[in-house]
């Protein structure tokens, strides 16, 4: 840094400083995790219960209790040609606010597929293919998911066969041809490919599909197939584990910047993209005394943290993986079709789920209009147009530099900008339009969902 | 750097490398440039004969001889928003084609608006913003100029209108809509909003437009309006100066890396991106006897300076510019639907041109086919999915780099990566599924269009 730079916008670190291990939260919880159950038997599920799907190692670190998990140099190799990612001081979005607080963001939409999800998708390619893995089975909704695994297999040699929603493989041709280009398979789900679709085709030939039914293919082709095994981009343990980069990185970055964040924000869906921004400055909590405030930004379509209730439940609608302890809001729950795919689950990880009962972070629902508003006051002050899902954690980032200015206080705050908006700008043109629809929360509904939860 | 890393694949620098001046190749150039003519009397234009299009201080960049012209600080602090970009070692890309030769790229698609456009539309914002400027009219034809001119004029608080040709506003909309994020008008050229406009839809309502119109549409905004001034995107002088910060940046990233460039690439179609990167290089050449090879790749639908000749010629189909010395394939000469929109030129930078008629730059052709297939390789080993523009770069540096294998010397390459391909994912689609058409050199066309060429 040249102390001759009178407002420093970019804080960016050579690939040296790209972390050299991941940081498992786990081991500076106060209160352990519940294990996840065998829906069948009730009992805590064991490694032999996942090798059908995911190679050892990552079944090593879903269970793991180490704080810290070196990361295989190929990975890091791999890292280095996105990582490490910037991050910036918004001065322009501070100005737009006119507010005393310190606004930064974590960019991670300048990877190849244009969101955080790389970080754990060459990480599973990678271990896959250390364990003779040959090819690797998923899902994706919206796409920025299978993006990134199709473009993690281009760079390890696996093959990858995407399932994507019928509904987005219909509606969103440009995340598809990513994937294609990345040398993977794309089908639209449910296909004729698996027992599983062909089923429900039979019923039901002009179903769009949903993720759960795409998990559900997904992880048939796993199971039955020896060459192949399937790859989950948020929720689980390892997942989270392998975003951590993100603040690690962030740690470094504000150091830099010689300000330390009051207020830390992601926004949630699965959760990924919220701990691994996130749990670096919560372990910082736990061990050190720090007091970042943590605040989870959720959709009010979706608001399980927010409206939901902590007990055990499947992770997909179709009721096949073991059940674990989270917030859900029923697992028969569909959200309303808003167009931040990415936050669309019924449930949330158990590890931030953990530590929102135990009130160790916050919890914030938001409109997707209010959202929308936020992505283009943030697009036209910073220049980046935002994924829909990251404009919930500007939603929130901005009303708390808004508090900030009615405090009268100089609050520094940080957000996770988890992905780019360039394969979203139909939701935009919508927002611009003033047809963009707001949901009323789903009360019946979610009640319904939740008096099937299951009895353990 | 870390000298313990073993591979680095990334060079960045921090903000305070930005450039602080830009570097102006005429101060350096053998022979001086041809002045522009005005068509009626065929005599030198002054300065006068631009002021109602551009600001005094783009006028006086555009015909300076100074080496260096110091870039404004408000400028510098936009260019913190991606700037410095990172420059690469493609080492997946050398092992997929198993050659000996380094290859390097410079990665312009970071940018806010997705290419290299901004370095020049930041600057001509600033320069007509400080004039007491309100508004600023362009046109664009694929938009990637037109978003970056929409994104700075948000930087700035200047209004920006663009005639975007029908046929691109049609079929492309999510570059449309970008531009309305970013709170510019965009109206479909030809509209119904100027005379010339009016005129051309009287006699041809179905008119697909072009990007002759739409320039002769933005002119005609700017002269008629007090408020409002015109920006262009490339060929002119001074927009070529701006974009020498690639350059800048990239000789100082190769000494990084320890290594200085055999041979520097940029497609050419207007020839901003190509001098952006090329010109610092060849000022070296001038200087100090350096001998990088410089060259230009463009498309073989419209061969400029593979195939055109060099004379005086209107910049514009319209015939309503000054008269320019350039390569040309005449002013009358329309290039076929390739997707590299935005080398669809019928001419090519005064600069460009001159450096290329007294051999101190190479040029070559490349069809498109064989562009994609380069693009597709290049994004499997890389990740980053290319422009359809860069490709004919990318094209010819791995001929470069299986020319280097085939005479067994390691050679060292360096090209521009001037955008990404997010908003061109269809064009991939089609040469995916093999329905891509290259197009023969349209021999009578281009003869029919010269034989027009003016008496000057």
Not at 159 to 166: F, H, L, S, T
Not at 353 to 376: M, N, P, T, W
Not at 434 to 453: F, H, Q
Request: contains cysteine; aromatic residues 8%.
């Amino acid at each position: 840094m040249a102390p001759s730079e009178p407002r420093q916008t970019k804080f960016v670190l050579d690939e040296s400083h790209i972390p050299r291990a991941w940081y498992n939260i786990v081991a500076d919880l106060p209160v352990p995790p519940s294990p996840p159950l065998h829906p069948g038997t009730g009992q805590p599920i064991g490694p032999d219960d996942l090798a059908p799907l995911f190679p050892m190692a990552l079944i090593g670190q879903e269970v793991s209790t180490e704080r810290e998990i070196e990361i295989p140099e190929p990975v890091r190799d791999a890292y280095r040609l996105y990582r490490p990612s910037p991050l910036y001081r918004a001065h322009r979005l501070e100005r737009a606010l006119d507010t005393p607080a310190h606004i930064y963001y974590k960019y991670e939409g300048g990877s190849p597929s244009g969101s955080h999800k790389p970080n754990t998708a060459i990480a599973q390619a990678f271990f896959n293919k250390e364990q003779g893995v040959k090819r690797l089975a998923t899902e994706t909704g919206a796409g920025q998911w299978g993006s990134a695994l199709a473009f993690a297999g281009a760079m390890f040699g696996l093959e990858v066969k995407v399932y994507m929603v019928r509904a987005s493989y219909d509606q969103k041709p440009y995340r598809r041809i990513l994937m294609e280009t990345y040398g993977a398979e794309v089908v639209a789900s449910p296909s004729l490919t698996t027992n599983y679709g062909r089923t429900v085709l039979a019923v039901t030939p002009d179903t769009p599909g949903s993720l759960g039914m795409a998990i559900s293919e997904a992880v048939e082709d796993a199971a039955t197939r020896d060459d192949t095994k399937y790859a989950l981009g948020s929720v689980l343990n390892h997942v989270l584990l392998h975003q951590t980069v993100i603040g690690q990185e962030a740690l470094e970055q504000m150091s830099m910047a010689g300000e330390s964040p009051d207020i830390v924000i992601g926004c949630t869906g699965g959760g990924s993209n919220f701990a691994g921004l996130t749990f670096p400055f919560l372990g910082r909590n736990f061990r050190d005394g720090a007091k970042h405030r943590v605040i989870a930004a959720e959709p009010e379509a979706a608001p399980s943290l927010t409206r939901g209730v902590y007990a055990y439940d499947f992770g997909d609608t179709g009721k096949m993986t073991p059940l674990v302890k989270m917030y859900t809001l029923g697992s028969d729950f569909i959200p309303e079709p808003i167009h931040a795919g990415g936050l669309r689950y019924h449930g949330m990880s158990p590890l931030v789920s953990l530590l929102k009962q135990h009130d160790l972070i916050e919890a914030r629902s938001v409109h997707q209009r209010s959202s929308f508003a936020a992505g283009v006051t943030f697009a036209r002050a910073e220049g980046i147009l935002p994924a829909p899902e990251p404009t919930h954690a500007i939603r929130v980032a901005i009303d708390e530099a808004l508090a900030a200015k009615e405090a009268g206080e100089s609050r520094v705050i940080l957000f996770n900008l988890c992905g780019h908006g360039h394969f979203d700008l139909s939701a935009y043109e919508q927002y611009l339009a003033g047809t963009l629809e707001d949901y009323e929360y789903p009360l019946e509904r979610v009640e319904a969902a939740l008096a099937g939860l299951p009895q353990v």
